[in-house]
């Protein structure tokens, strides 16, 4: 049987006590690649470096892997998901329901007219007997005895108090369901409030994404590396509600700052690209600056 079924992959996390740089050059050392294409490695959240590799051998390259401080993982592609369960979307056509709900229901309005003709009936008969306290609580008509139903509106006392009961209990419940909700309005609020302010940023840094494109393709077209927003043809100033401004400097690196109010900070942060030149392709690095990590685009997140 064909054992060949393990994948190798390296994360973007690497050891507290690691140094993103040393890391990067034991990788380039390892698989004897420029340590430009290690620095992208180590940017993406999961690359897979080996494949449909025998478990003794992808164990050996995950052990060489880790001693350079960076993360790896092994994958067993043999592992078979549960099987999804079938549920038809149609009833079985050999059932079909009784319609014993409307007969039963037609019975108990027979003989429940029937009972109360009987004790209208009987009420009648034996009217001299009525007394003033068996007067029904809900319409006022006179009852056989105060624990009696009326026979005009069907109410009992002991039942209507039941009834008032479970009404208050019912309310009680909706207070404390409402109350309960409000509780975890003010609980989750923060949560919220973080998230919400998290997606404005990283909506806001497109602008810079964009900024970062014109540039490379400015190099690639011209074989000249700007040294400031003029000399790729971009507008001195470039901001939104998010950025307070984005800066070419000596060597197109590209400096972006964002606006401390959005940040909710004292003071603004910054976030840098650094473009490198990598067999005809312009690469950026966007590790640097002081942006916190939470505000970071994927690609930019600094390892931890």
Not at 115 to 136: H, I, M, P, V, Y
């Amino acid at each position: 049987m064909d054992d060949n079924n393990y994948q190798v992959i390296i994360t973007n996390s690497i050891g507290t006590d690691q140094d993103t740089e040393t890391v990067i050059a034991k990788l380039a050392a390892l698989f004897k690649i420029d340590t430009a294409k290690a620095a992208r490695i180590m940017q993406q959240s999961r690359t897979v470096i080996k494949d449909n590799l025998d478990e003794a051998t992808a164990k050996k390259y995950c052990l060489a892997i880790q001693k350079t401080g960076a993360h790896c993982e092994l994958i067993d592609k043999s592992a078979e998901p549960l099987p999804e369960l079938s549920i038809p979307d149609q009833p079985r056509p050999d059932i079909e329901p009784k319609p014993f709900i409307q007969t039963a229901r037609k019975s108990a309005d027979k003989q429940q007219s029937l009972s109360l003709e009987a004790r209208d009936e009987q009420s009648l008969k034996n009217l001299d007997q009525f007394t003033a306290q068996g007067f029904c609580a809900e319409c006022g008509t006179i009852k056989e005895s105060a624990d009696s139903i009326c026979i005009h509106c069907g109410l009992r006392d002991d039942l209507a108090n039941q009834t008032k009961t479970t009404i208050k209990k019912a309310l009680l419940a909706s207070v404390a369901a409402a109350v309960l909700f409000v509780i975890l309005g003010f609980a989750l609020k923060p949560f919220y409030l973080q998230y919400t302010q998290k997606t404005k940023i990283q909506d806001g840094l497109q602008l810079a994404i964009e900024t970062r494109n014109r540039v490379t393709t400015f190099i690639l077209d011209t074989n000249f590396w700007p040294n400031q927003n003029i000399d790729a043809g971009l507008p001195k100033s470039i901001q939104n509600e998010i950025i307070e401004s984005i800066k070419v400097s000596e060597n197109a690196v590209i400096t972006v700052i964002i606006r401390a109010e959005a940040l909710g900070s004292s003071q603004s942060q910054d976030l840098i690209f650094t473009p490198r030149l990598f067999k005809d392709k312009i690469t950026w690095n966007c590790l640097k600056g002081s942006l916190s990590n939470k505000f970071r685009p994927d690609a930019c997140k600094v390892p931890e």
